[in-house]
């Protein structure tokens, strides 16, 4: 593997992520969360669902197909949010401290993923 190559990977990769956290808070349920905590998460998603776009067209300009690309890191996030939001009988405030906490470390992860494809970029 050459180094577009290996860029290439990684661009999937982030079409990836970004699919997945636009599939996993379309509709999804926020309302336990403060009117602050939903305006992240509603400026986060829809920075999400332009980086989906703007990946997609660069895969299609690489006449690259990511195919069916899933990132098992935010499988695993996704997946703790959910488990977050449907417990029952807990505080409300902890309950949205928690997912909060967690949204926080998938959104440092999508974010980390962009800088590292910025960085090597440079490199191609």
Known sequence: MDKIGLFSKELSNLYAIAKQVNHYFNGSDISFLSDK?????????????????????????????????????????TENLQEISNQSGLNEEIKAMGYMMSLNRLISYHAANIHILDYYSHEL
Request: net charge negative; hydrophobic share 35%; aromatic share 4%.
């Open 37 to 77: 905590d939903q305006a992240i998460l509603v400026d986060y998603v829809k920075f999400s669902c332009a980086n989906e776009e703007q990946v997609s067209r660069s895969l299609r300009n690489l006449e690259i197909n990511p195919g069916n690309t899933t990132d098992s890191i935010v499988q695993e996030m």
